[in-house]
Nanobody
Framework: VQLQATGGGLVQAGGSLRLSCAAS????????MGWYRQAPGKQRELVAV????????NYADSVKGRFTISRDNAKNTVYLQMNSLKPEDTAVYYC?????????WGQGTLVTVSS
């Protein structure tokens, strides 16, 4: 099983990007999907999570009101819509699927927000 994260890139402050994370292969018993990010010289930060069942979401305070996480279970894909981007959002974004039996990680996609 592999997670492929796409959608990163360079955007001006105030702009938007949509990240996607698609799982290939068979995945079972996934409970939570989400995104972390890590900026240069900073600790990894949990950005957003969504439960696989009810679709409940939770966000870091730093992105609330600007980012939206969603999922498409039929496609084994989780998305992160990022609006009103700020230079401090610049980081490598990593997706993950956390399950009862295994956890899976994407390779990371770089988001750069210019001022």
């Amino acid at each position: 099983v592999q997670l492929q994260a796409t959608g990163g890139g360079l955007v001006q402050a105030g702009g938007s990007l949509r990240l996607s994370c698609a799982a290939s292969g068979s995945i079972f018993s996934i409970n939570v999907m989400g995104w972390y990010r890590q900026a240069p010289g900073k600790q990894r930060e949990l950005v957003a999570v969504i439960t696989n069942g009810g679709g409940s979401t939770n966000y870091a305070d730093s992105v609330k009101g600007r980012f939206t996480i969603s999922r498409d279970n039929a496609k084994n894909t989780v998305y992160l819509q990022m609006n009103s981007l700020k230079p401090e959002d610049t980081a490598v974004y990593y997706c993950f699927f956390a399950g009862s039996l295994n956890n899976y990680w994407g390779q990371g996609t770089l988001v750069t927000v210019s001022s």
